[in-house]
């Protein structure tokens, strides 16, 4: 609903103060970044540029960056994961679609799913939101490693500390 009347601040009353219970923001100015330390690897060929670590709500968002062709993870989550492509494309085995360039992807819970890069694609870059534990599993469905928000800041402290931006780097990221 549009304001009557223009206010002389516009920020008061209703944003002032800042409530010291909320957490700050976090404001990534380039997403897709130029440095390639802020790129962490988890894999070879397969990065993960940190956008939020969710600690207190165990949910992560990130850009993952695929620099090779192939089967990459046969894996299944507990709950939704929302993806959005933001270079080349990918596919899981076990549908018919392929996630393209501009396209969103909803994965429901449960689901196991074996993310494939096609053999044209050099690079693949997708954001997504894992909501609570990824877990990889064999064809079979037999748990074999998980990762959750706290494996995640664990491999962003020790890269960012490898690649000289300290440990603490991945800090700005956690909530």
Same mark, same amino acid.
């Given at each position: 609903m549009p304001l009557e009347s223009a206010d002389k601040d516009p920020m008061v009353p209703y *944003? &002032? /103060?800042? /409530?010291k219970e909320a957490q700050q923001e976090i404001v990534v100015p380039a997403a897709i970044p130029t440095d390639d330390r802020l790129w962490v690897k988890q894999a070879e060929? +397969?990065?993960f540029r940190p956008l939020c670590l969710n600690a207190? *709500?165990?949910?992560w968002m990130n850009l993952l960056k695929v620099t090779k062709s192939g089967v990459l993870s046969r894996?299944?989550?507990p709950n939704? +994961?929302?993806g959005f492509v933001l270079k080349g494309r990918w596919y899981y085995l076990e549908h018919d679609w392929v996630a393209e360039e501009g396209g969103y992807v909803y994965e429901p819970p449960g689901e196991t799913h074996t993310l494939v890069v096609p053999d044209d694609v050099d690079e693949m870059i997708t954001y997504f939101q894992v909501n609570g534990v990824m877990s990889y599993c064999d064809p079979w469905g037999k748990p074999i490693g998980y990762e959750d928000v706290f494996t995640k800041i664990?491999?962003?402290?020790?890269h960012f500390e490898e690649v000289g &931006?300290?440990?603490d780097y991945v800090d700005q990221f956690i909530r």
């Open positions: *944003q &002032l /103060p800042f /409530p060929n +397969v990065f207190s *709500q165990g949910y894996h299944r989550h939704a +994961v929302h664990d491999m962003c402290r020790k &931006l300290s440990a």
